[in-house]
């Protein structure tokens, strides 16, 4: 997929909010969830507010209060997410007698 110029470097910005040990699988992820949100909305690119939905999805909910700063530094407004921000779709911890 095709990827907007201003996207590709609000998720290198981003990604540099990631440790070194981890931030490659970071961007991958990121990138990944970032195409499924553009493909989503049947877009033929990646714009900057598929890359900010796409690294909300992928920061764990118990982190994302974080991510209000990081987006207003951005210049965009956190309103605009407040959904993902507030949302755990995926991230539902693992039943208690599921050995894990």
Same mark, same amino acid.
């Given at each position: 997929?095709?990827?907007?110029?201003?996207?590709?470097? #609000?998720?290198?910005?981003?990604? +540099?909010?990631? &440790?070194?040990?981890? @931030?490659?699988?970071?961007? $991958?992820?990121?990138?990944?969830?970032?195409?499924?949100?553009?493909?989503?909305?049947?877009?033929?690119?990646?714009?900057?507010?598929? #890359?900010?939905?796409?690294?909300? +999805?992928?920061? &764990?909910?118990?982190? @994302?209060?974080?991510?209000? $700063?990081?987006?207003?530094?951005?210049?965009?407004?956190?309103?605009?997410?407040?959904?993902?921000?507030?949302?755990?779709?995926?991230?539902?911890?693992?039943?208690?007698?599921?050995?894990?």
């Amino acid at each position: 997929m095709e990827w907007d110029e201003p996207a590709e470097g #609000v998720l290198e910005t981003l990604c +540099r909010m990631v &440790p070194d040990t981890i @931030r490659e699988l970071a961007k $991958a992820a990121a990138r990944n969830e970032a195409e499924s949100v553009a493909s989503d909305r049947a877009a033929a690119s990646v714009s900057v507010d598929d #890359v900010i939905r796409g690294w909300i +999805r992928t920061t &764990p909910p118990d982190q @994302r209060n974080g991510l209000v $700063a990081v987006i207003e530094q951005l210049g965009l407004e956190p309103e605009i997410y407040e959904n993902e921000l507030q949302s755990d779709e995926g991230w539902e911890e693992e039943p208690e007698d599921s050995g894990m």
